[in-house]
């Protein structure tokens, strides 16, 4: 099938859904976007992407030409357009058509671009029987440079650190911050389970405070599972008894071994299953 996609206030076949190749997105990475989900017609934690998205934008001084509602109903627009109600949706907002040059004033105006399309990140099997990942020696952005809150269109960071992910065999990577510290993969957000206690990078980390994250944490405490954010090394991947990865894409994933080594039993661990489980029921 081929779907519409949502430009600036039209509905495009995908084949004929373009932009200027002066558009700065393109050009630089200059824009922002967010990645969400829809299930059975309705978009997961719409107003925490939205919300989000808006943050993203604002950081960079970049004007979404529309209101957060505006926003939420082309989004809901476009899934019906396309008659999807369970779908992976790309939100882009781009600084716009300009000069060959970096100065944002002369974009002519920021275009919106909305995505609705089928995704399967991982086969199911991984699912059941968990993934091996690697730790990358790409490091994240340092965030004094570029704070890693900023959902930006430049991913070359991250795309990097996949490479070498995909390199060794694995379709995801580990990255570290600039203190040797465990970050997050190339596009998820990780937890550890340890003594029962569910850990995860803190934002000052430099990690990208994920939407799925926080939902993931809120089932967590309602299971009356202690949750912490404190940082960590690799040390602590090694020795944990459990980890998962969390993403809008990949939703809750196991992973049972990093480097080589089997993290706990070398299969997805007790935690790990209920929050998955968890997770299923909230969103159905």
Known sequence: MSYKVYINGEFFDKEKAVVSVYDHGLLYGDGVFEGMRSYNGTVFRHAQHIDRLWKSAKAIRLEIPMTQQEMMDAVNATLAINQLKDAYIRLVVTRGSGSLGLDPNRCSHPQVI????????????????????????????????????????????????????????????????????????????????????????????????????????????????EVREISQTRHDVYIADECFLTGSAAEVIPVVKIDGRPIGTGKPGPITRQLIEMFRKMIA
């Open 114 to 225: 909305i995505i609705t399309d089928m995704i399967s990140l991982y086969p199911q099997e991984l699912y059941e029987n968990g993934l091996e990942i690697v730790t990358a020696s790409t490091m994240r952005n340092h965030p004094a440079a570029l704070s890693p809150r900023i959902k930006s269109l430049n991913y070359l960071n991250n795309i990097m650190a996949k490479l070498e992910g995909l390199q060794a065999g694995c379709s995801e990577a580990l990255m570290l911050n600039h203190k040797g510290e465990i970050c997050e993969c190339t596009g998820d957000n990780i937890f550890l389970v340890r003594d029962g206690v569910l850990i995860t990078p803190p934002t000052d980390a430099g990690i990208l405070e994920g939407v799925t994250r926080d939902a993931v944490m809120d089932l967590a405490r309602e299971a009356g599972i």
